[in-house]
């Protein structure tokens, strides 16, 4: 049952396995572009907002400039058995430095890649979590905070389903996210640590134009924004709980948090199922990837997708939302490998 909604403004053989199997090909190039912020604040009201900050970058006129055009924020179900807060904040984006200086080259695939950085909390693409107090968010909750694409409930239907237009989540394999994979200049860098950060997790939310492409063309005028992603997570609804202070969920829930990003160019053009898209038909995928461009499509465990002739498909079977690669007590979006 839906609750509060705020808004602002080759099947068989050619499923290609997802978890680094032997003879894959070489991973895609990654070229980073600087780091930023959004941040997501009033989550709990009706004038919830998001805004964008660049962070340290090392080069003169980096990083991507983008603009905030809408915040959504729906709860759906109840507290305590299954209640889940659904958040997106969707921004234009120029294809220029952050500090507005136009790419000269046009760019395909931007992706903002989740990236950790010293202070996150709990080893996530999260920092600064507060609730309505202003208090940190209690211990474990910056790990149940999932990336999704932008979801909506659609009481025909009875669940939440995409947003048309909001589909923006793109999953990659740990191998594409190694330091090897990122490139400057056409060389590899050494360590994430080159990159200004922790660690970088297999996911991110990829730039697309209104009408579905993944070009933004060079030399955009001022106030040109070609551009457009949606930055979409999940998040419990915290139960009501005597034996928690305060009592109240709806106390406890996070109010406030940011979320890290690596700007990167990615060298190869796919779309993403998400788990809330397994009981679609598969042309909601399909359509998807002919305004893309898309060569292929990432599937994730569960997926009953049958269109492999028309649109090649790999199972990403692990999708990291916490701790670096490996470590014991890493949390997952799915983590079903072999």
């Not at 080069?59 to 915040?71: M, Q």
């Not at 909390?121 to 202003?134: C, E, K, P, Y």
């Amino acid at each position: 049952m839906p609750g509060r909604r705020a808004r602002w403004a080759l099947a068989g053989a050619l499923l290609l396995a997802g978890c680094a199997p032997s003879g894959a090909p070489t991973p895609p190039a990654l070229a980073p572009l600087g780091l930023l912020e959004i941040s997501f604040d009033g989550l709990g009201s009706t004038q919830a907002h998001s805004q964008v900050r660049p962070l340290a970058l090392e080069e003169s006129g980096a990083g991507l400039e983008l603009s905030p055009l809408s915040v959504s924020v729906t709860d759906v179900g109840t507290r305590g058995s299954g209640g889940t807060r659904y958040i997106t904040a969707t921004y234009r984006v120029r294809n220029a430095a952050s500090n507005g200086t136009p790419s000269g080259t046009a760019r395909t695939n931007l992706t903002l890649l989740a990236a950790g950085v010293s202070d996150n909390v709990d080893g996530t693409a999260l920092r600064a979590m507060t609730v309505f107090s202003g208090a940190p968010a209690p211990a474990g909750v910056a790990r149940s905070v999932l990336p999704t694409h932008a979801l909506d409930y659609q009481p025909a239907a009875e669940q939440v389903r995409p947003v048309a237009g909001g589909e923006d989540l793109q999953v990659f394999l740990e191998s594409e996210v190694a330091p090897g994979s990122f490139t400057r200049g056409g060389v590899p860098v050494s360590s994430y640590s080159d990159l200004g950060v922790t660690t970088v997790f297999p996911y991110g939310y990829v730039v697309r134009t209104p009408a579905g492409g993944r070009t933004l063309s060079a030399n955009p005028a001022a106030g040109q924004y070609d551009g457009r992603v949606a930055i979409s997570v999940r998040v419990p609804l915290q139960p009501n709980d005597n034996a928690q202070t305060p009592v109240a969920g709806s106390a406890r829930d996070p109010w406030a948090f940011r979320m890290t990003f690596l700007v990167v160019t990615d060298s190869a053009t796919r779309v993403t199922q998400t788990l809330e898209e397994q009981s679609l038909p598969d042309s909601q995928v399909l359509t998807r990837a002919a305004a893309a461009g898309a060569t292929g499509v990432n599937v994730l465990p569960g997926n009953a997708y049958a269109s492999g002739g028309t649109l090649p498909a790999r199972r990403v079977c692990q999708v990291r939302t916490a701790d670096a690669a490996g470590a014991p007590g890493a949390t997952y979006l799915v983590n079903s490998c072999p």
